[in-house]
């Protein structure tokens, strides 16, 4: 798989913590918490999706460098 897809599922991972971040960050403060609160559930909101995200990738083998090897082409 060529480097530039890897990056592409990297950035998705990353994405996709921003959007958990925020939801939990925003719920958070809607709930009546501090701000402080609401910035710390969103960050530990956003380093749990992050790691859970490439970690699934990594498991079905994304990050495989065993598939940067196809048949017929030359590097």
């Known amino acids: 798989m ?3 897809i890897r990056f592409l599922f990297i ?3 990353i994405l996709l913590g ?3 971040a925020l939801v ?3 719920l958070t ?4 918490n501090s701000v402080p609160q609401a910035i710390l559930t969103g960050g530990t909101a956003f380093a749990g999706t ?3 995200a490439l970690l699934v990738m990594s498991v079905a083998g ?3 460098p065993a598939l940067d090897e196809e048949p017929g082409r030359r590097r």
């Open 29 to 32: 403060g809607a709930a009546g």
């Open 18 to 20: 921003v959007i958990v």
């Open 62 to 64: 994304v990050f495989d």
């Open 50 to 52: 992050v790691t859970l």
């Open 24 to 26: 939990a960050g925003i």
């Open 2 to 4: 060529d480097r530039r």
């Open 11 to 13: 950035l998705i991972a």
